[in-house]
């Protein structure tokens, strides 16, 4: 199972970043994906996850600027952020579910958000 984020950078609040997450591995249509994110200091928190059907859900504070979406025939899990703020700042990681629970992790990509 192999996980990598890639599309993080610094931009300036209000900005937008895609970032993706491309798979192997395993048959990346039969799981839910998610991502995450750990801001230096804290706690690695949700952000979002995609299930097998598409259904999605948001921590939050991400709900309306953020949207996750999966291409299947690419085995890739996407994160649009828009309107970025400062308190988005994190390295950002995606992650395999086993049922309910986050379980493999791929590298995180940073995102730096400056005001």
């Known amino acids: 199972v192999q996980l990598q984020a890639f599309g993080g950078g610094l931009v300036q609040a209000g900005d937008s970043l895609r970032l993706s997450c491309a798979t192997s591995?395993?048959?990346?249509?039969?799981?839910?994906m998610g991502w995450f994110r750990q801001a230096p200091g804290k706690e690695r928190e949700f952000v979002a996850y995609?299930?097998?059907?598409?259904?999605?859900m948001y921590r939050t504070s991400v709900k309306g600027r953020f949207t996750i979406s999966r291409d299947n025939a690419k085995n890739t899990v996407y994160l649009q952020m828009n309107s970025l703020k400062p308190e988005d700042t994190a390295v950002y990681s995606c992650?395999?579910?086993?049922?309910?629970?986050?379980?493999?992790w791929g590298q995180g990509t940073q995102v730096t958000v400056s005001s």
């Open positions: 591995g395993f048959i990346f249509r039969n799981y839910r």
């Open positions: 992650a395999r579910y086993r049922g309910n629970e986050p379980n493999d």
């Open positions: 995609i299930s097998v059907s598409g259904s999605t």
